[in-house]
């Protein structure tokens, strides 16, 4: 898959605020996500995105 900034990822687990969607923030080795339910942001390792990644939406261009 080819990950851009902007995307919308929908992940296996969810975060404690009940949403699974994250929006990419940056890629490189690793990504930094933000939680489109309440807005905390992570950085996860490029693997564990793709390992995890259950759907990923493409942003409007």
Not at 2 to 14: A, H, T
């Amino acid at each position: 898959m080819v990950y851009e900034v902007g995307d919308i990822v929908r992940l296996k687990k969810q975060h404690p605020c009940g949403s699974s969607e994250w929006e990419i923030l940056r890629v490189g080795a690793d990504f930094r996500l933000k939680c489109t339910g309440c807005g905390h942001q992570i950085m996860v390792t490029r693997k564990l995105v793709e390992k995890n990644t259950r759907e990923l939406k493409k942003k409007a261009k």
